[in-house]
């Protein structure tokens, strides 16, 4: 069964950076999409950012754009997610995912999921 554990989180001032990674284990790296989500309390999980394995193409939600950016390291099963310039608003559980697919919009959805890392970022 395919694993997925994120880690790097952690609480950072505003404007400060974090850096997540995402460890894949028992999962086959192909032409498909990974990506990260976050859930702030009380509200929907919302999708970050993708990268599509094959080629290492990336998207952005506006809301990170120029702020965050995704990457992956096939040799050693691992996605990241750098962030800078962090915001109180970015503050949330974030999520590593794996296989996404598109629903419409910046509406993504995923087959597998990891257990979340908590940012929170103070003013």
């Known amino acids: 069964q395919v694993q997925l554990v994120e880690s790097g989180g952690g609480s950072v001032q505003a404007g400060g950076s974090l850096r997540l990674s995402c460890a894949a284990s028992?999962?086959?790296?192909?032409?498909?999409?990974m990506g990260w989500f976050r859930q702030a309390p009380g509200k929907e999980r919302d999708w970050v950012a993708r990268?599509?394995?094959?080629?290492?193409?990336?998207s952005y939600a506006d809301s990170v754009k120029g702020r965050f950016t995704i990457s992956q390291d096939i040799a050693k099963n691992t996605m990241y997610l750098q962030m800078n310039s962090l915001k109180p608003e970015d503050t949330a559980m974030y999520y590593c995912a794996a296989d996404l697919f598109w629903q419409g919009g910046d509406d993504w959805m995923a087959d597998y999921w990891g257990q979340g890392t908590q940012v929170t970022v103070s003013s």
């Open positions: 028992k999962y086959t790296y192909r032409s498909n999409s």
């Open positions: 990268i599509y394995t094959g080629d290492g193409s990336t």
